[in-house]
């Protein structure tokens, strides 16, 4: 869910229309979307505290453990980073160079 806030949050800000920015979150809710829940919220502080990250980042890495998926999409993490199985990708990497 956090994602999917985040997603809409920063796709309204780079100017995208209101209407364009839900259709997109929309497309990705046919997807297996992780619930927030307080399971989830002290996985996401444990991830926090063991890996130095923000809770925020905290809390994407607990959803992805719950999701079984072993490779995360961000910008924000550490590029190529492995996080106990979890490894991190920036799909804006090859612009940058």
């Given amino acids: ?3 999917l806030q985040e997603l809409l949050v920063t796709l309204r800000r780079k100017g995208i229309s209101t209407a364009d920015a839900r259709e ?3 497309d990705y809710t046919r997807w297996r979307v ?11 502080m444990t991830e926090m505290e063991r890996w130095q990250i923000s ?5 994407i890495l ?3 453990r719950r999701a079984h998926v072993h490779l995360i999409l961000s ?5 190529d980073q492995d996080y ?3 490894r991190i990708e920036n799909p804006f990497r090859s612009a940058r160079r």
């Fill in 34 to 44: 992780v619930e927030n829940d307080i399971e989830l919220l002290k996985v996401g």
């Fill in 75 to 79: 910008e924000d993490l550490s590029d």
């Fill in 55 to 59: 809770f925020w980042d905290g809390l």
């Fill in 84 to 86: 106990g199985g979890l």
């Fill in 62 to 64: 607990a959803a992805a």
């Fill in 24 to 26: 997109t979150v929309e």
């Fill in 1 to 3: 869910m956090q994602v």
